[in-house]
Every structure is written in structure tokens, then in C-alpha cells.
């Protein structure tokens, strides 16, 4: 079955770090654009970072530019993303889908559980 698991998410103080991952079964991840999203309930989705199947290109958001990586490990199956100097507006529910473009809000399949990620002292 076709799926990415996102994992990592957790409560941490404002300035601290968590590394969240996606991990893909079902499907021959280099073959993907992956891209993270985040939503805070009441507001749309945001799309966060995304990078290319190769992992040769990413874009960011401008709101966490310079904070946050965005990586992939195609041997492993898993895009992760490194988050740094978090801040409270950070909390949210991050997603993972593939892409057919980045950047750009448009994903194929459909949105997997997602991970909770709370910034608060």
C-alpha cells in the first residue's frame, strides 16, 4: 500500500529543535518531488518546504527560512525535516505528500495523519 507516515512531532520550549520524518513505503520514493505542509485547525494548510526527487533543490517558506531543513535519504525511504529556533507560531499539524511541482499546494494521494508539533514554554 502507497503511503508516507509522518513521525517526530512533540512539545518543545520556544528556541528549542525537533527533526520529523516522513517515511514512504509502497512506491519508489526518488521518484518524487516531497513536500511538508502545516495546518492549524480553523486555518488552511500551508505548505512548508518541499524538495526535489533528487534532493538537489528545496524551497522554503519565507516564515521559516533560515530555520528550518528540509532533507532526503532515498536509500532509507524517508524526507525529513530539521527544525530549528522554533517558535509558538510554529505549532501546528505537519504533513508530508508527494508533489507533482514545488513549489505549489497541489499533492498526489490524499493527506496521511500527520504530526503534532507544539512550541510552547
Known amino acids: 500500500q502507497l503511503q508516507l507516515v509522518e513521525s517526530g512531532g512533540g512539545l518543545v520550549q520556544p528556541g528549542g529543535s525537533l527533526r520529523l520524518s516522513c517515511a514512504a513505503s509502497?512506491?519508489?520514493?526518488?521518484?518524487?518531488?516531497i513536500g511538508w505542509f502545516r495546518q492549524v485547525p480553523g486555518k488552511e494548510r500551508e505548505g512548508v518546504s518541499c524538495?526535489?526527487?533528487?534532493?538537489?533543490?528545496?524551497i522554503y517558506a519565507d516564515s521559516v527560512k533560515g530555520r528550518f531543513t528540509i532533507s532526503r535519504d532515498n536509500a532509507k525511504m524517508t524526507v525529513y525535516l530539521q527544525m530549528n529556533s522554533l517558535k509558538p507560531e510554529d505549532t501546528a499539524i505537519y504533513y508530508c505528500?508527494?508533489?507533482?511541482?514545488?513549489?505549489?499546494?497541489?499533492?498526489?494521494?490524499?493527506w496521511g495523519q500527520g504530526t503534532q508539533v507544539t512550541v510552547s514554554s
Open positions: 505528500a508527494r508533489q507533482p511541482y514545488c513549489p505549489g499546494s497541489a499533492i498526489v494521494g490524499s
Open positions: 524538495i526535489s526527487s533528487s534532493g538537489g533543490s528545496t
Open positions: 509502497g512506491f519508489t520514493l526518488d521518484s518524487y518531488i
